[in-house]
């Protein structure tokens, strides 16, 4: 029963270029969530997806970043034009149902480390 | 809003020796949880360990215990018998009971180093 899978590990990206960072979450879970973390910080949150739906961005930055979780795939989440500040590390966490289930402790991927050069 | 605050940046044990990491954390809520995850170098964020703030005992996994004071607003993990394997990144969390509530609010972190 694989669990949370994020790939790539690691991302280097140029300053301007497009990052997408996928998360396959756990096999029968609809529900995701992403993380930022950025240096020497706890995670921050970022957005919630259902299948087909985005249920919460508000901790989204407005510009550059966007999230989707397709009806088949993986979550993605796109971040264009990337800039230094955008170096962190990205975490997914799937839940079965509703957020109600993350009150045992979220099950979380391994992440993606991006840096911008 | 709620915050959580671990002040021990890093924190050092001898192997087998017993550590306990601080945290507390600012909210007006009644019933919420706390976690304790652990993320070792693979960056995988671990749960360690949970507490339910309506539930007046500490909770226990195996050597990991905490001590959670209401009141205080204190949430400290107490690592018994330290060993190699337990050297990581150590985040307190937390996340409101109610259910459109559900971000985990994360503490900064500290380091454990374990010697040998």
């Known amino acids: 029963n694989a669990g949370v899978m994020q790939n790539p590990r690691h991302l280097v990206r140029r300053r301007g270029q497009e990052a997408r960072l996928r998360c396959s979450p756990m096999?029968?879970?609809?529900?995701v969530y992403w993380y930022r973390q950025l240096p020497e910080e706890g995670l921050k949150f970022m957005v919630y997806?259902?299948?087909?739906?985005?249920?919460?961005e508000s901790g989204m930055p407005k510009e550059r970043f966007s999230a989707e979780f397709p009806k088949e795939g993986p979550s993605i989440l796109r971040i264009q034009q990337v800039v230094r500040g955008d170096s962190a590390a990205y975490f997914c966490?799937?839940?079965?149902?509703?957020?109600?289930?993350?009150?045992?402790?979220?099950?979380f991927g391994s992440g993606t480390r991006l840096t911008v050069v | 809003a709620q915050t959580v605050t671990q002040s021990q940046p890093e924190m050092s044990v001898q192997e087998a020796e017993t550590v306990t990491l601080s945290c507390t954390y600012d909210?007006?809520?009644?019933?919420?949880?706390l976690f304790w995850y652990k993320q070792p170098p693979s960056r995988q964020m671990i749960l360690v360990i949970r507490?339910?703030?309506?539930k007046q005992q500490n909770a226990t996994e195996n050597r990991f215990s905490v001590n959670f004071q209401k009141a205080a607003k204190s949430f400290s993990l107490k690592i018994s018998d330290s060993q190699l394997g337990d050297a990581a990144m150590y985040f307190c969390?937390?996340?409101?009971?109610?259910?459109?509530?559900?971000?985990?609010?994360w503490g900064a972190g500290t380091k454990l180093i374990i010697k040998p």
């Open positions: 997806l259902q299948k087909e739906n985005i249920i919460d």
């Open positions: 966490a799937s839940s079965p149902t509703g957020p109600r289930v993350g009150i045992y402790g979220y099950t």
């Open positions: 969390a937390y996340r409101s009971a109610t259910d459109s509530n559900y971000q985990l609010i």
């Open positions: 507490q339910e703030a309506y």
């Open positions: 909210t007006s809520e009644s019933d919420y949880y």
């Open positions: 096999k029968g879970h609809s529900h």
